[in-house]
């Protein structure tokens, strides 16, 4: 059985009225983790529609909304969770053909712990990652074994979620997959991507543009912990080297455009040196700017 999870954090009335129009009589189940700022009138929108709503009371972060959003979804009987975020724009066929190219996965022997869409540009948003395939993996069709796959959209395996182990909490909310995905394939289990597949991915709220370079305008905390968690990750013995000297020549450009983004204000550059030396000294966390 496959399950649907959505990660709702302040959503716009827009936002929940699309979720209600798009799963109102779905034939998945559909939980929803608030992990802050729904409102009693939405809630109710959500639970007439048939929407299961799970919450901690407070904003624990990305990666344990998730979390609880799979393990309620097992316990319930799935073997197979779709993530979503709450303005994650999803095409009708989409779930049908992650959910076929797992069958085929499977039916072919590969352990696979996630299979994703490929991300294309949402409206004005930043450009949409570029997953890289897997060294020394070939594609199988249209399916490419690729690093790491974004959450949203991402149909996760609940017998390989149960074997690679929860997303880290302690990252809170960026880096999360990427974590995760490196974690699985170390752990026997692959990431996928669909050709026939795509969804609209959207980051921050506006786009960084200089030097040829694109990135998502983000509040400080948000980029504060990006740069923590990829810092922290170099300690990590799963996560290949070429991808950390990537980001070790990637990263001082990003702060350096986000500082010059920002006015070259000092409490920004003291703010982002911080959260470097917080991944250095693996402080984690839920950072405590966070809303």
Partial sequence: MLAIGLTLFHPSRDQVDDIVRRYAGSAHPVLAFDNGGLGPVDRMKLEAAGVRLLSAETNVGVAAALNAVVEAAARGGADAVLLLDQDA??????????AGARDRLLAENRPCAVVGPVPGR????????????????????TLLPVEFLATSGSLIDVAA??????????????????EWCFRA?????????????????????GT????????????????????????????????????????????????????????YRPAVLRRLAQAVLDGFRGRLGRPADAP
């Fill in 122 to 141: 949402a409206n004005d948003a930043a450009k949409p990652p570029r997953f890289r395939q897997r060294p020394g993996r070939e594609a199988v069709g």
């Fill in 161 to 178: 979620f149960r074997a690679v182990g929860p997303f880290r909490a302690d990252y809170f909310i960026d880096g999360v997959e990427l």
């Fill in 208 to 263: 960084i543009r200089a030097f040829g370079i694109e990135m998502p305008r983000q509040p400080l905390f948000r980029m504060a912990t990006y740069l923590r968690n990829s810092v922290y990750g170099w300690r990590l013995r799963h996560i290949p080297l070429p991808w950390k000297l990537r980001q070790l020549a990637y990263l001082p450009l990003q702060v350096a455009l986000y500082w010059r983004d920002g006015g």
């Fill in 89 to 98: 724009q999803v095409g009708s066929d989409m779930v049908a053909a992650l």
């Fill in 185 to 205: 394939w170390s752990a026997g289990y692959g990431c996928w991507m669909t050709r026939e597949a795509t969804i609209g991915h959207r980051v921050g709220g």
